[in-house]
């Protein structure tokens, strides 16, 4: 197996030549942290890097010291990189992407016109769905990166994907969306009156208005025929937006974390995503235990681990043979707890390794003691992620 | 207060991987063993309970898993074949309209559908009724989707109600809105870490059910709470110990795995105590497993340290009033 620190310079090394790094992986895997990680690396190295994050939660903006980000870039100030002792000659933007917004925004593109547009902002159902409709939140995260890319603005961009397990929608999105509510389809809700229906069209309306009532189908008939107004401008930038996604220029990264069933789930990731023609540059686990004591240590006697235990603290040193022997037998419990955890995490990473391709390499942040919430935090990731 | 085991409904929400399937399985599993014939329902995930139960995979159809303990993991399509043919009655017309080209393409974009007929489902399956007129089941748990998702599944009812003022839709979702909000028959319980973000997200959620969805919480969990091993005096020769402090790098092994212990247990229960003064409802804690991996036998012990720390809750409750 490659050292860790093979991984993490070939991972360096391919952070510096790509312009796109999309953050991929189940929820509660440590995914935004990793993406400000990925991001403040960039801009130490000098780069103009920006991590978009979906997470609403305050706490990337709390981590890099601001009191709170929003739908527009906001630049950290080096003042707080300072106070923790960095000097980056790049520079660290953060953007939080409010799905309303984006999604009113994307509207505002791509309706025809004035009328239409109104039409959609106006709607009883876009009001409550607009960034429920399958994949259209993950569209809009990926449209907007698309813009955010072509404006040439940064070098780097490291985008956090929605903590879904759907987490690859945003490639397929467009796509899914374009095909599924094509001219026909609508054709049959948006004009149930006209007369060019067939009799069998009007039973088809009939039945399933026995399930919805007429008014939802009126509802939903306006919604999806306002909506299709937008399509005509979603198919072309779909195709623009995937070829960013499968070009060179961008990278995909598959966050996990070492359990069995996090790492099933990365290893589908990778699978899916080489089928939609992404690539994937590598693979980031967090929260491994380490190996504090390895397993031929453990069965150390109590005696002679109380006794090397010594110089602990004076009160130890202090306690008689017995109790510092409980002490010790304490502190090997302890350790043969941890190494369980320890070896089931090997197990785990040695298992993806197997089944992903030797090329792609795979990093291991350590689990720490304390939670990662401010740009200390951050650091210390990134320097077990980069500099291992 | 209705006892959480008298609830009809029963569901699990919560940060992603803090633990949901665990808490959800384990609370089935003791609703199971007190003899009350449970359902145990996943909402269309890649099935996790055949490795938790030993069991086959569980699919759309109900497979027992366990004595008095059933599973199912409903499949969006398939509950609406179900729920079009409970109405339609007749196979030929429902596949003449719901397996239409056109109308399937459709019914794919209709936002919000997928996570109506899932609900709905589960809905059907917490008042179903035998020919006896019995009830089928006497606990219905959920294995709800994670936070941001699990709003939204849960607000569909409301949704659908304040746009619609009339016809079966409304009334359907007027039942299953009337449902959820009826402490007697329902509890979401929400699952989380004692860490700084799942604790701050599940405060949010609660709000948000409590505020928006006037939806009754069950209890609390904080899952995954290391035992102290070591007292405080202890704790403090540890967090007070250096880096490298020990020549013998085993020992300095030995000494930084138990600080790692005593500093988790310091910031775990720092949340913790955060949980029990913010919060009104029944803080359960389960304890963190070392020793293996999410199998029956840690569920069966989840199972019971539930049990045990609801129970104590109820008597104390009962001795206060």
Redesign the interface.
């Known amino acids: 197996m490659p050292s860790t620190t093979d991984a993490s310079n070939q991972f360096a090394d391919l952070i510096k030549r790509r312009e796109v790094v999309v953050c991929v992986g189940?929820?509660?895997?440590g995914k935004t942290t990793t993406s400000a990680v990925i991001a403040l690396h960039a801009a130490l190295e000098g780069r103009k890097a920006l991590v978009l994050t979906i997470d609403p939660?305050?706490?990337l903006a709390n981590s890099l010291g601001v009191d709170a980000l929003d739908n527009e870039a906001t630049r950290i100030p080096l003042e707080r990189f300072e106070e923790v002792g960095l000097h980056p000659e790049g520079e660290l933007w953060a953007m939080m992407l409010d799905m309303k917004q984006s999604f009113d925004h994307l509207v505002d593109r791509h309706a025809p016109d004035e009328k239409s547009k109104q039409a959609i902002l106006d709607n009883?159902?876009y009001k409550?769905?607009s960034t429920?409709?399958?994949g259209t939140q993950e569209y809009a995260a990926a449209e907007r990166l698309y813009e955010i890319y072509t404006s040439g603005e940064y070098d780097l961009i490291v985008l956090d994907t929605?903590?879904?397990?759907h987490a690859l929608d945003f490639l397929e999105a467009p796509n899914?969306?374009v095909?599924?509510?094509?001219s026909?389809?609508?054709q049959?809700?948006y004009r149930p009156t006209s007369g060019l229906l067939s009799v069998g069209t009007n039973?088809?309306i009939k039945?399933?208005s026995?399930?919805?009532?007429?008014?939802?189908l009126k509802?939903?008939g306006a919604?999806?025929k306002a909506f299709s107004t937008l399509f005509a401008g979603f198919q072309e930038r779909a195709g623009k937006v995937r070829e960013l996604m499968t070009s060179d220029v961008t990278t995909f990264t598959v966050i996990t974390?070492p359990t069995?069933?996090?790492i099933d789930e990365a290893i589908y990731f990778h699978k899916k995503l080489g089928a939609d023609h992404a690539r994937v540059g590598g693979f980031v686990t967090n929260r491994v235990h380490?190996a504090?004591?390895?397993r031929a240590?453990l069965s150390?006697p109590s005696g002679q681990?109380s006794r090397?235990?010594s110089?602990?603290?004076s009160?130890?040193d202090a306690l008689d043979r017995e109790a510092q022997k409980e002490?010790a037998r304490?502190?090997?419990?302890?350790?043969t707890?941890?190494q369980?955890?320890a070896d089931?995490d090997q197990e785990a990473i040695a298992h993806l390794r197997d089944t992903i391709p030797r090329s792609i390499p795979i990093m291991r942040v350590p689990y720490f003691?304390?939670?990662i919430?401010s740009l200390a935090g951050l650091d210390h990731v990134r320097r077990s992620l980069f500099v291992a | 207060m209705t006892s959480l085991y008298d609830r009809r409904m029963v569901l699990f929400s919560g940060k992603g991987g803090v633990g949901k399937t665990t808490l959800a399985s384990a609370f089935a599993l003791s609703c199971a063993r007190k003899g009350q014939r449970t359902l145990l329902i996943e909402l269309n995930v890649k099935d996790r309970l055949n490795a938790i139960f030993g069991s086959v995979e569980v699919g759309p159809e109900i497979v027992e898993i366990e004595q008095n303990l059933f599973a199912v993991n409903i499949s969006p399509r398939v509950a609406m074949e179900e729920y079009g043919l409970m109405k339609l009655r007749v196979k030929v017309v429902y596949k003449a309209v719901f397996e239409n080209r056109v109308v399937q393409s459709f019914l794919r974009v209709v936002p919000g559908l997928n996570d109506l007929l899932m609900l709905g489902k589960s809905h059907f399956h917490a008042v179903e009724v035998d020919g006896a007129g019995k009830y089928v089941w006497d606990k219905v748990v959920i294995d709800a989707p994670a936070t941001g998702h699990g709003i939204f599944f849960l607000k569909i009812p409301s949704v659908i109600t304040s746009i619609l003022e009339s016809g079966p839709m409304f009334s359907d979702a007027k039942k299953i809105e009337e449902f959820l909000r009826d402490p007697s028959l329902t509890a979401v319980n929400l699952v989380t870490l004692p860490e700084e973000m799942p604790v701050n997200e599940t405060l949010e959620l609660r709000q948000t059910l409590v505020d928006e969805l006037k939806m009754p919480i069950g209890m609390i969990v904080a899952n995954s709470v290391y035992e102290p091993v070591f007292d405080e005096e202890e704790s403090a020769w540890l967090l007070d110990a250096e880096v490298e402090q020990f020549e013998d790098t085993q020992t300095q092994g030995f000494v930084d795995a138990a600080k790692f212990r005593a500093q988790r247990v310091e910031m775990q229960s720092e949340y913790v105590e955060k949980l029990e003064n913010t919060l009104s409802e029944t803080l359960v804690r389960v304890p963190y497993y070392f020793t293996e991996r999410f199998d029956f036998q840690t569920i069966a012990k989840i199972a019971d340290e539930i049990d045990a720390q609801l129970g104590e809750e109820s008597g104390s409750q009962r001795s206060a009033g």
């Open positions: 189940s929820g509660g895997v939660a305050k706490r009883k159902l409550y769905f429920s409709l399958a929605p903590p879904t397990s899914r969306l095909d599924a509510i094509n026909r389809a609508m049959f809700l039973y088809v039945t399933l026995r399930f919805t009532g007429g008014e939802m509802e939903l919604f999806l974390a069995a069933g996090n380490p504090w004591v390895p240590e150390r681990l090397e235990l110089g602990l603290s009160e130890y002490f304490k502190i090997r419990g302890n350790a707890d941890f369980v955890l089931l003691a304390h939670d919430h």
